[in-house]
């Protein structure tokens, strides 16, 4: 599902901004809600796009010093990133759940759609949670399974004896 939403969201930003730049070509007036809507798009993807990373383990990662060690060490040290990479996550999300709370008492609207902004700002706590599940799921794999995983689904080909470059 998180896929699905990725990709309809990026067509959507696609579709807006071409539309928006034909408006102000051929028109001379820009769309009122286009950078706007555009806005809600990007938090949309940057956060549930985050989940997504780490369920495939295409997130951004430092490994010049997990490539270099053997593979127990390895293992210790990717539960130990995931774990704690999970806690920070969890603690983010809560953090945001406040932010959320403090906009939804705020009342504030966005200038042109005239939406909720705690609407738009609500998939950030739902990104920061979903992320943080996939690397307890993570932390998980490497605990119960062999081989050094850097998610549940995806095991580290340093760990396979191959070269990851």
Known sequence: MERQILA???MLMAINTVANVIARIGFSSSLFFAEEFNQFLIVLVTFVGASTAARYGRHIRMSAITDILPEKPRKVMMTIIAIVTAALLFALMVFSI???????????LTPSLRLPVY?????????LFLTA?????AAAANI????????Y?????ESDGQSSM
């Open 133 to 137: 599940i996939q690397y307890v799921f």
């Open 153 to 157: 689904t995806v095991k580290d080909v």
């Open 144 to 151: 119960l399974s062999p081989g050094v995983h850097l998610s």
């Open 119 to 127: 609407i738009i700002y609500s998939f950030v706590p739902l990104g």
């Open 8 to 10: 309809i969201s990026v």
């Open 98 to 108: 406040s932010y959320l709370l403090s906009l939804y008492e705020s009342n504030r």
